[in-house]
């Protein structure tokens, strides 16, 4: 049995291939049923988040599990595998487990220390346990991922300046603007999500205070707007909205494009000359239709385009990564030696059921016999100690090996020898 992950992220991937094999939280549910239909996965989880895409897996066999994921990311998001396998990593086991701390802790994000992923990696550990598809081995490789993420919060600086892709996003507005500030600009935060309200936050600190709100839910449009004096409006008003702003950011969950180029032009011709509409698109799958950026006056800006974007603190962060890489070594030899020890102790318990019915059945032909009370006493004591003794010295040297590194073989092969794997054993 292996752990393993695939999957793209930012460095992998452009924003393009990343939308269309992005899983959407209401596609969730289904994604993670259609993962445990396949031969060698035991249990399953899905992270998909604006800037990755992770299939996580306990399998029973690694190469058979590692192409099952493969397979399930072609055919759930409906792509030709030609398309994305050459972009594809893929870990096991211990690496497996290690990349999943990594991206928790936030040292393998795009924004070194990025908010964001803890909470994402514990959504996708909520739905994956709602939907029964992440049991033991996984589930307690996302607890003590969300541990070593909190821990790197707590104990180094690698939270310090907390950013995040949308307040990335806000830097790159205030930097096409050339100003320190946003003060005076009319801004659009369309999507009224986590990733909104980190805008918001962003925008408030860089000096924004006229600002819309714009979301399908009212109600939550409403909320958000609330804490930041903003407007709040409904998405049939967005193509008002689009003529007024300065600058517009869009993170809304839609699985389709809502901001299309024959809207954009429209808008264009509403507002004449002037500034260009700036926008930010850090939704995936995308809110803008690509084309829009070959309108003149507008200029568009995606997640791709964020790669480049380095705020003021990042160095301070960066010098952190070394002791999160150590907490997350910590933490990754605790789950090593977690798995090994919840792996033999069954194992154990199994081969001493095998080592007694054994000895059960030899005092029950002993029974029919025409020995004494007293005599069958003596072989009942006598036969316990023998079984004790020669399953002990067994017993110590599989807990020893267990703790190897080649400690699954070494299982592996305990268990074939006895047949505790066999039903008819």
Known sequence: MSVVVVGLNHNSAPVDLLERLAITDEELPKALHQLLTYDHVLEGAVLSTCNRIEVYACVSKFHGGAQDLRNFLAEFCHVAPEDFTDRLYTYHDDAAIRHLFRVSAGIDSMVVGESEILGQVRRAFTAATEEGSIQRVLGSAFRKAMRAGKRARTETGIGRNPVSISSAAVD???????????????????????????????????GASDVTVVNRSQER???????????????????????????????????????????????????????????????????????????????????????????????????EVSQVEQIIGDEVNNFIEWQKSSEIAPTITELIAWAESIRQKEMERLAASDLSPEQLEAAERSSKRIVAKLLHPALEKAKELASSKQGHTYLTALRELFELDDEDS
């Open 172 to 206: 790159l507005a205030r930097k096409a603007f050339e100003g320190s500030t946003l003060a005076g600009k009319k801004v659009a935060i369309v999507g009224a999500g986590k990733m909104g309200k980190l805008a918001a936050q962003a925008l408030s600190s860089a």
């Open 221 to 319: 449009a409403q909320d958000l707007a609330a804490m930041f004096g903003a407007v709040p409006l409904p998405i049939e008003e967005l193509p008002h909205v689009l003529v007024r702003s300065d600058i517009v950011i869009t993170s809304t969950t839609a699985p389709d494009t809502i901001v299309d180029k024959d809207l954009v032009e429209k808008v264009v011709a509403q507002r004449g000359s002037g500034s260009p509409l700036f926008i930010v698109d850090i939704a995936v799958p995308r809110d803008v239709e690509a084309s829009v950026r070959d309108i003149p006056g507008v200029v568009l800006r995606d997640i791709d385009d964020l790669r480049g974007v380095v705020d003021a603190g990042i160095g301070n962060r960066l010098s």
